[in-house]
Structure formats: structure tokens, C-alpha cells
């Protein structure tokens, strides 16, 4: 991403795979913005078994014009999603952005959706498809 050299400024969906929201990787929103235009953005997916929730709110924060969104966690540590939910990343994410569809893949289903529930208040479709055994 660093040494990427082009830009896609006609860009409205982003597919984001295991790796880039890893905890251990380098995550910069500054370089995906010089590679395309985050706030044209209207549809983000993101599949990661290694997710940073803290990151993936600090993109939807950066990303105000999605309104659709499918994340699938898989049999993933969720960590400490009630002390995400007090931060000031996450108000501001909540307040700002416009999501409304949503498909959660997720061993657990319960956690994820109640989180996503209260980050995503404008939210009026919630899909659930089941982890895959």
C-alpha cells in the first residue's frame, strides 16, 4: 500500500481481506486515501480472522457514505468490545456514519451484531449468515 502508485477516484466499494486489519500489520487510512477516495465510498467488506475492532472503527469513521456493510469475523478472540464501545472513536463513528444494510458472518453472532447494533444506530436491515462449521 505505501508504494502503490495508482489511484481509483472512481472507487465505491472496498474488500478488505485477512491481513490488512490484522492487529501485528501497519494500518494507515492515510495510504488507502492516496489509493481511493474514502468518502466516496458506499459499500465496505471486510473478512478478516484476525480483526482489530478499534480499526475497523476508525475506518467506518472515515468512511461516512457507506451504507452498506458485510464484515465476516469468523472464529475470531473479539476482545473487549463494551470498553470499545465507552471510546471517543467509537461516538464519533456511531453519531457520523450512515450505515443501513449489514451482514454479520460470526461464530459469535450475539457479541458482533450487539456491537455493530449500537455503532450503526441508523441500521435498518441486519443480516445474519451462519459460520460455517
Not at 83 to 112: D, P, Y
Request: proline share 4%.
Amino acid at each position: 500500500m505505501i508504494n502503490c502508485n495508482y489511484y481509483f477516484p472512481n472507487a465505491t466499494e472496498l474488500k478488505i481481506s485477512d491481513g490488512f486489519v490484522n492487529q501485528g500489520r501497519t494500518f494507515s487510512l492515510l495510504y488507502l486515501n492516496s489509493i481511493i477516495p474514502l468518502r466516496r465510498l458506499t459499500k465496505l467488506v471486510i473478512t478478516s480472522f484476525h480483526i482489530n475492532f478499534s480499526k475497523i472503527i476508525e475506518l467506518i469513521r472515515c468512511t461516512p457514505n457507506i451504507h452498506t456493510f458485510m464484515i465476516d469475523t469468523g472464529d475470531n478472540n473479539l476482545g473487549d468490545l463494551i470498553s470499545l464501545q465507552r471510546s471517543g472513536n467509537f461516538q464519533f463513528a456511531s453519531e457520523t456514519n450512515n450505515i443501513k444494510e449489514m451482514t454479520i458472518i460470526s461464530k459469535n453472532i450475539s457479541r458482533v451484531a450487539s456491537f455493530f447494533i449500537n455503532l450503526c444506530p441508523r441500521m435498518q436491515y441486519l443480516t445474519n449468515q451462519h459460520f460455517p462449521r
